[in-house]
Structure formats: C-alpha cells, structure tokens
C-alpha cells in the first residue's frame, strides 16, 4: 500500500529530532484537555450516553448517504465472502475453535448470526450440532441453502433468511450463539447489537456466545509520506485548491495495514467488551488513554485495533488484528491528526476517544479524539471529530 519504511529512515527521523534546534514548535489551538483531564494515569473506561451528531458537518458531500442502505446487498455479491474465507486468520482460528472443543457444539442447539455463506454452520455440523439455525439478511442466504444441501447438512442446518429482529426461530431458545460480528475499528456496521438481541432473546442461561470477549487497542504512529499522499494531496491538485475536499479526507479513518516499524508508542488497552454480558448501550463509550513514546518521532496519526477471545474453550483462542500480527481483512484503522507532533521518548500523549453510533445512520460510527501532548519540543491541545461510514 505504499506506506512501507525501513528502520533506518526512522532512525533517520529519530536523530534529526535529537539534533535539530528548529523543531521545537507550539501549536496554538483550544484548550480542550483541561488539568483535571491531562493526568499520568489514564483511568478505566466509562460508558457515558453521549449524541456528536450535531457536532459533524451537514454539508459535507455524500453525508446522506446511509451505510445501512448498502449493507445487506453489499453481502450478497460472493466477493466479499471469498475475502472473509480467504482469510486465514479469520477463519481457521473460527474452525479451530469449533474442531477443538467439539464438546461446546456437540448435541447443542446452535444459532449462527449473520451466517454469510454458512461456513460457521458447517463447521458446526461437522462436530455434531444437534441443529443450527443460519440466519442471514443478504441474497447470499440462497447461495447457503445450496451450499448446505450440496454437502449433505440439510438436516442439520436450516438456513433462515432475514433479519434476525424480524424472524421467528422453530425454537424457543438455543445452546450456543456463533458470530463473526466484528467491523472494521470492531463497531463499524453495529451487528454487535445484533448478537446482543439475540443473545438476550434465545440463549439458554447455561448458554454461551462464540467469541465472547472483544478488546480495542490505541496506538500512534508516523505517517508522513502517506499522510502527504491522501490528505494534503488536495491542497494543490495540479495547481488548484481542493482543500474543502481534505476536510473530509480527515473525518474519514482510513483501513488500511500498518507496518510495525511506523509504531511510535506503546500500545494500550483502550475497552474491552464482554459479549455475554454487556448491553447495546456499552458498544457506546469514553475511554482515557496514555501513549508513552518508544522513541524520538514525529506522529502524524492515532491506529486503532482489536482482539477477540474465545475464553471458553479448554484453553485461551483468538486473535489480533494489530500491526504486529498476521494481517487479517480488517487491517487497522487509522485516524489522522491535524497537527504533526513531535514527540521523545518516555513522553505521554494523553487523552480520550468516545465512540457512538451515529443517530441517522446506526451502523456507522462516529468517533471524537481528544489529546493534548505537553512535551520538551511539543506542546499541543486539541479535539478533532471522525465518522467511519
């Protein structure tokens, strides 16, 4: 993708920090941390019921446009399948998880959410599922009774089509939920919420949800020539001034992967989910955070990431979709900052993300950053708003 840099560049980058007198700079903006909020410890996530809505800008091009027009006929084209089976990540650790513990699938009840082609059902059925309930919205639900009837499950496996608020289950309620629910940044398409209904509507109280734990992470990285690339690309596009276009080049995080050499800070938990037991209303949240520099750098971005647990299995399985892990589709999100930071070693960037559902359109997400970085050759405040859409 064209981000790729090689260590010495960033050492290059380091070292001109540590001997140029001419990088130390103050960026005069709001003051939007104050002293009781620029603290060294960053505290435990608190779920706060917050609308940014009316702080995003109404006129930017497309915004009416909603995700949840496009989402389920995006699913039905088998393109975006053969990406999510393609990866390997994904769906081998899904496989491994059901074929090593068998004995959380064998003679259940099992109600597979978001079914796609059918390949959590399968798996499912091959480990001796008493029945599984496949429920998918997309046209891709056709293609799944096919696929089901072709490999001999059809009496295993009833696929269901529509959506999961709207349907009725032959069942009263069931042993186990399977999902692959995860968005790009976790929340992108809110189908987290989707699970949760179902979860509270059929589980069994023995019951348990498939994967049940789910954890984001915050990190900050350097970003420069890609940055220049698609963002301030617009302020001069063969002489002429787009700049209104880099307004919402900004708002919009970019997925995309990020190589382990860019990671500028540590790399904390920023809110971890516990799907057996959270509400709707937790997937919107404020979380602190403090990133402690490992080197001399500039930032020019925030990345986030998430994990996923399944805790019940006879030993701990997941995975991460970090930049220090195998690559998966959902890449890491990254967010641009406005101003280009300059930051030492052992120095804090400090602040809060909160994460909403946007009010018009519930599967996007709106996201508001705050941080503030008083550092030796730094000294920066500031609030910026994203949409993921």
């Known amino acids: 993708m064209g981000r790729k840099k090689n260590k010495q560049q960033n050492s290059s980058a380091a070292s001109n920090i540590d001997n140029s007198n001419d990088l130390d700079h103050r960026v005069s903006t709001h003051m939007i941390v104050d002293d009781n909020e ?20 109404g006129s930017i091009i497309g915004c009416d446009k909603t995700s949840a027009d496009y989402y389920f ?34 003679d259940k009840i099992v109600l597979d959410v978001g079914a796609g082609t059918g390949i959590l059902s399968l798996f499912c059925a091959k480990v001796g599922a008493k029945h599984v309930y496949a429920v998918e919205c997309s046209h891709m639900a056709d293609m799944a009774k096919e696929i089901v009837e072709a490999n001999g499950y059809s009496n295993v496996i009833t696929v269901l089509k529509g959506k999961i608020e709207e349907i009725d289950l032959p069942v009263p309620q069931v042993d186990v939920i399977i999902s692959e629910w995860m968005g790009y940044f976790l929340l992108y398409e809110n189908m987290l919420n989707t699970v949760l209904y179902s979860r509270d509507k059929w589980l069994a109280k023995s019951g348990i949800v498939l994967p049940d734990k789910a954890s984001l992470y915050l990190t900050a990285i350097e970003d420069a020539d890609y940055k220049e690339d698609k963002i301030e690309f617009w302020k001069d596009v063969y002489g002429f001034d787009m700049s209104c276009i880099r307004k919402q080049a900004m708002m919009e995080p970019l997925v995309d992967t990020v190589e382990q050499n860019q990671i500028v800070t540590d790399c904390p938990l920023l809110k971890t989910m516990d799907i057996s037991k959270m509400t709707p209303g937790d997937a919107s949240f404020t979380a602190p955070f403090k990133l402690v520099a490992e080197r001399n750098d500039y930032i020019h971005a925030f990345v986030a990431y998430f994990d996923v647990s399944f805790t019940k299995c006879h030993k701990l399985m997941g995975f991460s979709t970090g930049p220090r892990s195998r690559a998966t589709h959902w890449k890491q999100t990254v967010l641009y900052l406005e101003d280009v930071l300059t930051i ?28 503030s970085l008083n550092g030796q050759r730094c000294v920066v405040s500031r609030m910026q708003y994203y949409r993921m859409r």
């Open 73 to 106: 006929d995006s699913y039905s084209h088998f393109g975006i399948h053969e990406e999510m089976l393609k990866d390997v990540v994904r769906t081998k650790t899904y496989q491994n998880v059901i074929y090593k513990n068998a004995f959380l699938i064998k």
């Open 38 to 57: 620029t603290t060294e410890e960053a505290t435990e996530s608190s779920n706060v019921e917050v609308s940014m809505v009316e702080e995003f800008d």
């Open 344 to 371: 030492c070693e052992g120095e804090a960037l400090v602040g809060s993300m909160t994460v909403t559902q946007n009010k018009k359109n519930p599967r996007d997400v709106d996201i508001m950053l705050k941080y």
